[in-house]
């Protein structure tokens, strides 16, 4: 993720998104997989049973019935179910809605969110953490834009109706969604990661210790010169500059102007500075 210096300095993020070949495959896949998760075990045998018979028919017993041939059939017989479009037509679809995807007005998102200028600056394979329900249309967006995206709430329904979102706009290719208890588990990453995005509204509703070990654990998890934005949510309630004492040692990135004492906030970023973290490795040997 490239940093505000980068981008004053005319800098731009490297982005090469996947072939929208590649694209069409996981689409298939996911609108496939999706269908055999929502079949019984009887409908699944039945299918299979289809699938066998199917081949047989075809190959007139000049090829041994693997298992490979057994999958290729099924899922060949679930696009014809689902009526899924061809490669040249899903192209011509999914080029003006992937231009529609990457606009924050899309997704409900205001124009002055503090999400929106970040987009410019995140690269291709960045990780991306979003905590909490009110961010989940930020959560399609970063998605649409390619991104790996992580998401965490403490409620099933919430992780359930994103997962029916992004799913429906054909965006789960590199998202990921889990439910937890916040401030006792974050998912691991590989990697330090450039980018968490918090709702505010959630941490207000945590008791003041989890809030205190989850804002703990997404910044262990931040890169140096990562970014927290800290987000009102959907409601809007929740003000985010509430919880800046948890960031002491953290830069504020400037934001746009608020308008008004009753102004609602947009949003907060803060930067990781590389020195902060270099300075609390050397804490943790000594």
Not at 12 to 23: E, H, Y
Not at 55 to 68: D, M, N, Y
Not at 155 to 162: D, G, K, P, W
Request: aromatic share 6%.
């Amino acid at each position: 993720m490239l940093t505000a210096a980068d981008i004053a300095q005319g800098r731009s993020a490297r982005r090469q998104p996947p072939s929208l070949r590649q694209q069409y495959e996981e689409y298939v896949l996911q609108r496939v997989e999706s269908y055999k998760n929502n079949l019984t075990r009887g409908e699944l045998l039945t299918l299979g049973d289809e699938a066998a018979g199917e081949l047989q028919t075809s190959t007139a017993g000049q090829f041994v019935l693997t298992e490979v041939l057994m999958l290729e059939t099924v899922d060949r017989l679930i696009m014809k179910r689902l009526r899924l479009p061809s490669y040249a037509r899903w192209r011509k679809q999914i080029q003006a809605l992937r231009l529609a995807q990457r606009e924050p007005i899309h997704w409900g998102i205001d124009s002055a969110s503090a999400i929106v200028p970040l987009l410019a600056r995140l690269e291709l394979d960045d990780q991306v953490l979003l905590i909490g329900g009110g961010v989940q249309a930020e959560a399609c967006l970063l998605a649409a834009y390619g991104n790996p995206v992580t998401f965490v709430d403490e409620t099933m329904a919430a992780v359930e109706r994103l997962e029916a979102r992004i799913a429906g706009e054909s965006l789960a290719g590199r998202f990921l969604a889990f439910v937890a208890s916040l401030g006792d588990w974050l998912p691991p990453f590989a990697d330090p990661i450039p980018l968490v995005v918090i709702d505010a509204a959630t941490l207000a509703a945590l008791p003041y210790a989890r809030r205190q070990s989850l804002i703990a654990r997404a910044k262990d998890l931040t890169c140096p010169c990562g970014v927290h934005v800290l987000l009102p949510g959907e409601s809007g309630g929740a003000a985010p500059e509430a919880y800046l004492s948890h960031y002491p040692d953290w830069v504020r990135e400037p934001s746009g102007p608020r308008r008004g004492k009753a102004a609602r906030s947009h949003g907060v970023v803060l930067a990781r500075p590389a020195k902060q973290v270099a300075e609390d490795r050397l804490a943790a040997r000594g």
